[in-house]
């Protein structure tokens, strides 16, 4: 009655019966649709219900016979039949049909996939790590999703608890220290969350991680940034300079550096001090190869001009519908799927739902790796004054190319390493309390043998025993090595006076404790 509009259709009262409308006159055409519900019988013919009947002279039934056809246990049904077989002719035509639509996202997408499916290569100096892949229902395709930071723009991740935050930085950090050396990116983490990134200090691109209760920490990095940007100004010869960015980089040897801030509304309340200049390094540090990547569970608390900061922005699940629409703007009620890493993210003003990438290795053991593989220079870590001074902290200001010039401690002002160059004078003298000068030439005799220089100490009392690549020499040992370097004088101002000059002979650091005794 709906359809037609007649009220012919109350006619209608057999399965399969139909009436077909011819125009759109009152002209109805009633027809019965096959059935397709038959046995399939493929080598008997199937008769229809009936029965035989034996008669006798009169006519009369003496006995019947039924003939009425039984479904069989799992018998097919003729359209079944017909189905596969057209299925298993296109199968072997290699026949299919276009899909209307692809499938969903799914819940884990491996990174070393996407790289294998988009082809991806990565420039040296150039930051554009793979973040996962988006769906494009409307031209129904998926797309990579990537974060340019060599764009010249910070980016922030807002996603509730439990939402992937974690699982999305350590899918760009990953994947930045997998393609780009520590000359080309040095990261600086500032964890305000749960410490969970302190994983990744072990590797030689981390120059430091910090916690919420770092507060001499902050104080440090907040000038080393300053004093970075300062010093990137006159390195790369401004920001408007014709180049890009990435080559004026690599052709300075200046590299990029990337800073995780991880929970920045716990930053924003303990970093109140510190927090315009922060604003303006965030401000100032993309012109300059200084990119920040930061974290926040909400927008609600987080300030405006911090927000503003962050151009690029990926929403992950959120408490409240409304932190979309607050975040990424009209949004048509469209929120992201209920797993992990998913997410929302706008394009050309175009949302799309995009699936955080899955690594492959674990983070802790890529870190490992990439430390024992890596012999270059490290990136540099906040300084601050210890405590004590190690030769573990020294180490790193080491030069190979200039043996005896040594790092004998730290500046107060900067914590800047103090260099001091053991080949300038042939004597040196060290004064101080017994115990002090012993601890202090221990670490400089540590260094100097590391560096590949002869060391050796005049050691009656046995304070140097310990030592590796030190040439420890008790009484007897101090009296005979005296007499060979006296002998060994005596022969080089012998060669000297006859005209012959030796240039092979190698250097030696020789240490006299308590010379006085």
């Not at 080598?43 to 069989?72: F, K, M, N, T, Y």
């Not at 050396?181 to 040095?186: F, G, Q, T």
């Not at 009209?330 to 739902?353: H, I, M, N, S, V």
């Not at 995009?354 to 674990?362: E, I, K, N, P, V």
């Amino acid at each position: 009655q709906d359809v037609l509009k007649m009220p012919d259709a109350a006619t209608l009262t057999h399965v399969g019966r139909f009436y077909k409308q011819v125009g759109y006159g009152e002209s109805l055409i009633k027809a019965q649709s096959a059935w397709t519900g038959a046995d399939y019988l493929p080598d008997a013919l199937e008769l229809p219900s009936c029965h035989i009947d034996i008669l006798d002279h009169c006519g009369s039934v003496i006995s019947r016979g039924e003939l009425s056809s039984r479904r069989q246990a799992n018998t097919q049904i003729q359209l079944d039949v017909v189905t596969e077989y057209i299925a298993s002719t296109a199968n072997n035509m290699k026949l299919a049909a276009r899909k209307l639509w692809l499938p969903i996202l799914e819940e884990k997408i491996m990174i070393s996939d996407l790289y294998q499916k988009y082809g991806i290569v990565q420039e040296k100096w150039k930051l554009n790590p793979v973040i996962g892949e988006l769906d494009d229902p409307a031209n129904q395709k998926r797309d990579l999703v990537r974060l340019n930071f060599s764009e010249g723009k910070n980016a922030i991740v807002y996603g509730s608890l439990g939402s992937g935050k974690l699982h999305f930085l350590t899918c760009v950090l990953e994947d930045l220290m997998q393609h780009h050396s520590p000359e080309e990116l040095n990261i600086y983490i500032l964890d305000y969350a749960d410490d969970g990134l302190n994983v990744l200090k072990s590797a030689p691109h981390v120059g430091d991680v910090l916690f919420s209760d770092d507060d001499e920490k902050m104080d440090r990095f907040i000038k080393m940034m300053k004093e970075m940007i300062v010093a990137r100004k006159r390195a790369l010869g401004g920001a408007m300079a014709s180049e890009s960015l990435e080559k004026r980089l690599e052709a300075s040897g200046t590299s990029n550096v990337l800073v995780v801030l991880h929970h920045i509304l716990s930053l924003q309340e303990r970093a109140e001090d510190q927090l315009n200049e922060l604003k303006r390094i965030i401000s100032e540090g993309p012109r300059y190869g200084i990119y920040f990547l930061a974290t926040a569970e909400s927008v609600t608390g987080l300030r405006f001009a911090i927000m503003q900061l962050f151009a690029k922005k990926y929403v992950l699940q959120m408490d409240q519908d409304d932190d979309y629409t607050s975040i990424l703007g009209r949004t048509g009620g469209f929120k992201p799927g209920a797993f992990t890493g998913r997410g929302l993210l706008r394009l050309d003003d175009k949302l799309y739902e995009f699936q955080t990438a899955t690594t492959d290795t674990d983070i802790r053991e890529l870190c490992e790796q990439l430390r024992d593989n890596w012999n270059g220079k490290k990136a540099e870590a906040i300084r601050i004054m210890p405590q004590h001074v190690t030769v573990e902290d020294m180490r790193s200001y080491v030069d190979i190319a200039v043996p005896l010039t040594l790092p004998v401690g730290f500046e107060t002002e900067d914590i800047s390493p103090v260099l001091y160059d053991w080949n300038d004078q042939v004597v040196h003298t060290v004064m101080g309390m017994d115990q002090e000068i012993a601890e202090f030439m221990n670490g400089i005799l540590r260094l100097a043998a590391e560096n590949g220089t002869e060391a050796v100490v005049f050691d009656p009392e046995g304070d140097f025993l310990e030592l590796d690549g030190v040439e420890s020499l008790d009484h007897e040992g101090t009296v005979q090595k005296i007499q060979d370097m006296f002998n060994e004088c005596k022969a080089m101002l012998k060669a000297v006076q006859e005209g012959m000059v030796q240039t092979d002979r190698k250097q030696k650091f020789i240490v006299i404790p308590n010379a006085k005794k």
